[in-house]
Nanobody
């Protein structure tokens, strides 16, 4: 079964750091552009960061620039989102996604919850 699985979410305090991981089964991530989206309660899904299959970063949302970094380790078939200086407004479910531009299989994980307390 082809699926993405996110991990690393949790409850932290403002100013803390977390690293989210996205692993895959039945799919080689190195052939895919990848992205992290998030959805806060009552809000639309928001693109947080994206990275090309080559490893070059293509996008960082304005709200996370300078704080979040997307990276990938193709040898481990894993994509990461390093989140530093977390703020309460970063509270959301974070989703790992393949090919957000639609150029290839567009697959979503089930998400991992990040809660930042003030």
């Amino acid at each position: 079964q082809v699926q993405l699985v996110e991990s690393g979410g949790g409850l932290v305090q403002a100013g803390d750091s977390l690293r989210l991981s996205c692993g895959a089964s039945g799919l080689t991530l190195s052939y895919n552009n990848m992205a992290w989206f998030r959805q806060a309660p009552g809000k639309d899904r928001e693109l947080v960061a994206a990275i090309r299959y080559t490893g070059s970063t293509t996008y960082n949302g304005d709200s996370v620039k300078g704080r979040f970094t997307i990276s990938r380790d193709n040898a481990k078939n894993t994509v990461y989102l390093q989140m530093n200086s977390l703020k309460p407004e970063d509270t959301a479910v974070y989703f790992c996604v393949t090919n957000p531009d639609g150029r290839g299989l567009n697959l979503w994980g089930k998400g991992t919850l990040v809660t930042v307390s003030s």
